[in-house]
């Protein structure tokens, strides 16, 4: 009865409610479960529990949600033609004239930005002008500083001298 017990404080349980046991371990626990009416009896008040706990923290949904759908299941219910799932496709050129076909008219919606090709060559130019810039600027940086180390060099050679 101790390894049940330790079994059950493993938390073996918990992971299995909440869905984060291995397969081994749920087989494992399927098998245990069967054989020991306390293993059951705890997973059960455990399922229990965290049902409890959902319940209380879940957030209601706004007032008029189940007015917006079933407005829009009546609309679908109560439509005059039957929905066609697979229409056969033509082709324009051998476009068939028939009565009934109808084409749905899609847009494309892109997260891409378009450029007008002449402003990419300006794009580029800029990007190029950048990069020269960046290179001069880090060459009269070393510059400088290679500048600023030889008049330190000659300010404490002034000054051994002067001594």
């Known amino acids: 009865m101790k390894n049940i017990e330790e079994y059950i404080e493993s938390g073996i349980l918990e992971s299995y409610v909440l869905g984060m046991a291995t397969p081994e371990e749920v087989t494992e626990l399927l098998s245990i479960q069967k054989v020991y009416p306390e293993v059951e009896m705890a997973l059960h008040n455990l399922e229990v529990d965290v049902e409890r706990i959902a319940g209380l923290m879940a957030i209601p949904p706004p007032a008029d949600t189940?007015?917006?759908?079933?407005?829009?299941?009546n609309e679908v219910m109560l439509a005059d033609k039957e929905p066609v799932l697979f229409k056969e496709y033509t082709r324009p050129q051998e476009k068939k004239a028939t009565k009934g076909s109808e084409y749905i008219e899609v847009e494309e919606v892109s997260d891409q930005m378009r450029v007008h090709k002449a402003w990419k060559w300006v794009f580029a130019a800029v990007f190029v002008l950048g990069k020269i810039f960046l290179g001069c600027a880090i060459y009269f940086y070393l510059e400088n500083r290679q500048a600023q180390q030889q008049i330190q060099d000659l300010k404490t050679e002034l000054k051994q001298i002067r001594k």
């Open 66 to 73: 189940w007015n917006k759908i079933e407005s829009q299941l």
